[in-house]
């Protein structure tokens, strides 16, 4: 067993487990389930977390250099550390759709979009299920899910109109991180965005290059043909001339 086979044989799992773990934890947040419902809800989110345990310890057993193996999965870290990132796992399966690629330059544009709007959906439904529940029960304004989602939309993008915010200490913790990663995405979106313009800009001028160069190629084939049929009708009347002259 390699580190690319278990990472091979786990991409699914996780994506599963992933899932798991969003609908557990939407229940557990918006549902509130009691007695027996609330230890299902709670099995449901901590099976998928002893899943990302295990895959993060065996693949960091399985790696060839473990320290640059740790210093490149710091996300995976994260991932097991923070439930807001648990979900974020979903992404993994935009990794094996290889229905994008079809050419390169696009292939890697077009999954770039799909991960960073995958990203941002995950990211402020994932953020407003953290921040309701750590909201709970305090004075904030942020009592209910729709409020959550609310505050999470004018959150990442960085709006902030101020008619609710968290008051407790992750609360406050959660958006920080979300703003954080609003302006990132922002950032991904632009540069994005701007290489599409590049790479139009420059296609469109390899195009008129080439037709440029296609046109000098028929003119000079063209003055070619001319240039022999002068010389031709030159050739006939020197002929014609020489056969006067020898006639006189």
Known sequence: MNSERWQHIMEWPLVVAALVFLGAY????IGQPTGTRAEIALALVVVPWLV?????????VLA?????WFRHHVFDLAVIALPLLRPLRVLRAITVLHILNRTVGTAVRG???????SAS???VYAAALAVLDAERGTESAIDTFPDAIWWAFVTVTTVGYGDMAPV???????????MLGGIALLGVVTGTLASWIVERVST????NQSATVAHIHALEETIAALTLQIEALGGQARKGSESLSSER
């Open 26 to 29: 939407s229940w557990q947040v």
């Open 52 to 60: 990302f345990v295990i895959d993060y310890v065996v693949s960091l």
């Open 64 to 68: 060839e250099d473990r320290w640059t």
């Open 111 to 117: 999954r770039i979009l799909i991960y960073t709007a």
């Open 121 to 123: 959906a995950l990211l």
């Open 168 to 178: 407790s200490g992750v609360g406050r913790m959660l958006a920080v991180c979300l």
């Open 204 to 207: 469109d001028a390899e195009e």
